[in-house]
């Protein structure tokens, strides 16, 4: 229609379906975030990415829909240090559902709030190295930062740039405490195994405490779907480290540009990383129930 304009970025798809195959008992969704009224939830006047239908009651419809029982609330970078929207959404969806901080936190909010986040479920601190999203950590901050994950027992998720994590991995690959990297080391499809950021990201692997997220295979890919150009770099990771890898659908996929996927289609390309039922129950409930303290 003339004058008709886009959206800017699409919503999340309304309509889950059930997998082609159900996955194993106690699957966890290792990321999605959740959003609210924005009376009730402030959203950061700078921040980049709004959707407020995106609620908890919308992403545990979702996880019925595809028989994920477990689930780990990450904090949105849409509302900076202020914890409310994930308090509330663990509240709603109980023990089998935990909780990663946005790490803008740990410099703004006192020992009293921290203590308040780990109470409700929250086990980790995600460091955002896109600085488009306005929440980043100076170096300095992000050291203090990490030495304060230690002492709570937290592990650290690292949210890479979009050209992947060589320019920031310095700052985290001698840590001793958990290390998690989203959407495969924002891996470049082109390049695929060879892709300086496999490498790194494989070489971390080695060391025993760095885990890897699979996810964001659909927004990585350079092909389109069926997304088959990230298969070998999933792949090259859970061969490298079958016990640290884990899956994640990213519902509602934030600053989508194109109309994201049914859900079910993102957990069925995690079946086509690992065909093997074994590996399966590694990556979907052995290896995050270890990470987020799941019982087994």
Known sequence: MAGATMPEY???????????????????????????????????PEAPFKMPSATI???????????????????????????????????????????????????????????????????????????????????????????????????????????????????????????????LGRADANLGVDDPNVRKTIELLKKGNFWVMLSLGEKISTQGHPWDDVLPIARAYIDAAPDRVVWASDWPHPLSKSPPPNDAELLELLYRYAPNASERQKILVDNPAQLFGFNR
């Open 57 to 183: 009651d919308a992403a545990l419809k979702m996880h019925r829909a595809l028989g994920i029982e477990r689930g780990v609330i990450v904090q949105a970078t849409t509302y900076g240090a202020d914890h409310g929207v994930v308090l509330d959404a663990l509240e709603q969806a109980g023990p089998n559902y935990r909780g990663c901080a946005n790490a803008i936190a740990l410099k703004e909010r006192d020992d009293g709030y921290i203590e308040e986040l780990h109470a409700a479920g929250v086990r980790g601190a995600r460091f955002t190295f896109r600085k488009e999203l306005g929440v980043g950590l100076s170096p300095e901050e992000f050291r203090r930062a990490a030495d304060r994950l230690r002492e709570l027992g937290w592990y650290v998720k690292i949210q890479p740039e979009k050209n992947g994590i060589l320019d920031s991995v310095e700052l985290y690959e001698n840590l001793d405490i958990p290390v998690l990297i989203d959407h």
């Open 10 to 44: 699409y919503p999340f798809n309304p309509d889950p379906r059930a997998p082609r195959e159900a996955p194993p008992a106690n699957t966890c969704d290792s990321q999605f975030h959740v959003f609210g009224d924005p009376d009730r939830y402030p959203p950061r």
